[in-house]
């Protein structure tokens, strides 16, 4: 008798304590729960690559959408599936597909629908969901303190930056450009690659920087981790002190570059101020790509026009040559065809192949499919770049799938 009435005591005791718990874990109260901070501090950042979906097929994609033609980045509906949408909360139990079946819990977050009637566009602050998810105010946060999930900060800024850019169920160039550019500038312009005092490091050491000479420079050597192939570069050295002078004078080429194709016939005579290939500079000149201004430069007038290796022009007064043609699509070279090699590029004028491709994310910069398809996606999707340099003259196409022969045209 007295050994059940020890067990009954104690099951007693332990249902008290189980329903104490249960209390205070519905009410979010308690030390675990006061001591957390949901709130977010950091500011929005266009280049987040923020998508509602997982996955985005961008829009010039092959008919079987080749490893380069889908964004796959994590997405809000993921995020909010994993923190709010589970089956016992607010998504409702998932068939075999991943299709919400109806739930009895209110409001549900399995769709975009549903999602978007508690979010306002382009306002995180006003939005009822973000309220629920950064607030301190335990009775009300998502999700439930009893759920042991706190949200990453990661995912908070892909959240907030998805609203903020209109939390669209698809993206476009708004979400495209941003996130593109910085890509290039973080995975292009570092280093000793395509930044200013690589670009302008062969013109000093050839003395066509005043107040520059060849000791301000040093030389180095890039072997091609694919090809075996040796390439001497030169950079200046001492950038903080010369970035002013490296800076005014790579914008005087570009300066001096749209100046010359905006009318070439007019502009003959003038060519752009410094000539990048041999002999005037011995060594090779990467174009900075330090901004969204330099790239456009790059896709419009490609380093392998500005940069010939003849002299196309002579000065008849300084009988100066210049390595510059005069129609910028002649060019055997292109960003797309550097950054994709599951397409094949021609030459818009002469319609003639270029067999090599992707060296610059696969031999320079290692950019991910992810990657390359999302600076597709821009790129194809820009207005600033002129259909030429997408689809080729009237639309022939320029660009072909290796895989298929598919050619992206404008549809």
């Known amino acids: 008798m ?37 709130s977010y501090t950091a500011p929005a950042d266009s280049t987040v690559y923020a998508p509602f979906y997982d996955n985005h097929t961008i829009a010039t994609a092959d008919n079987v959408p080749d490893v380069n033609d889908i964004i796959k980045s994590r997405g809000v509906q993921t995020i909010m599936w994993q923190y709010c949408g589970t089956s016992n909360c607010h998504g409702g139990a998932k068939d075999a597909n991943g299709n919400v079946i109806p739930g009895k819990v209110k409001p549900q977050f399995g769709t975009y629908i549903d999602i978007m009637k508690y979010i306002t566009p382009g306002s995180p602050e006003t939005s009822k969901f973000w309220e629920f998810v950064v607030t301190n105010d335990f009775d009300n946060a998502m999700p439930p303190v009893n759920t042991g999930l706190e949200m990453t900060v990661r995912d908070k800024s892909i959240l907030y930056n998805w609203i903020v850019n209109g939390a669209k169920e698809n993206p476009d160039l708004k979400d495209f450009r941003p996130a593109a550019i910085r890509l290039m500038v973080d995975g292009c312009g570092s280093a000793n690659c395509h930044n200013q005092a690589t670009a302008t490091g062969g013109w000093a050491r050839k003395g066509l920087i005043p107040g520059l000479v060849s000791s301000d420079t040093t030389q180095y050597t890039y072997i091609n981790p694919t090809t075996g192939s040796i ?31 905006s009318d070439t016939a007019a502009n003959a005579s003038f060519r752009p101020w410094k000539t990048v290939s041999t002999p005037v500079s011995a060594l090779s000149t990467r174009g900075p790509l330090m901004n969204y201004d330099d790239i456009l430069m790059d896709i419009l007038y490609p380093k392998s026009v500005r940069t010939v290796s003849s002299v196309v022009y002579t000065d008849p007064v300084t009988s100066k040559g210049y390595y510059v043609r005069g129609n910028p699509l002649v060019s055997t070279d ?26 610059m994310a696969y031999d320079d910069g290692g950019f991910n499919p992810n990657e390359v398809a999302l600076f597709k996606a821009w790129y194809f999707a820009d207005p600033n770049i002129p259909d030429v340099w997408k689809y080729g003259i009237n639309n022939v196409g320029i660009f072909k799938y290796r895989k298929t022969g598919t050619w992206i045209t404008r549809r």
């Open 231 to 261: 390439t001497n570069y030169c950079q200046l050295l001492n950038t903080t002190a010369n970035n002013n002078l490296m800076t005014r004078t790579w914008q005087s080429y570009k300066d001096s570059v749209w100046k010359f194709y």
């Open 334 to 359: 292109c960003f797309v065809r550097r950054m994709d090699s599951t397409l094949i590029y021609r030459n818009p004028l002469t319609l003639v192949e270029t067999s090599k491709n992707g060296s």
């Open 2 to 38: 007295k050994k059940v009435s020890l067990i009954k005591a104690a099951t007693g005791f332990c249902a008290v304590l189980l329903l104490s718990a249960s209390v205070m874990q519905c009410t979010k109260d308690g030390t675990l729960a006061r001591q957390l901070d949901r």
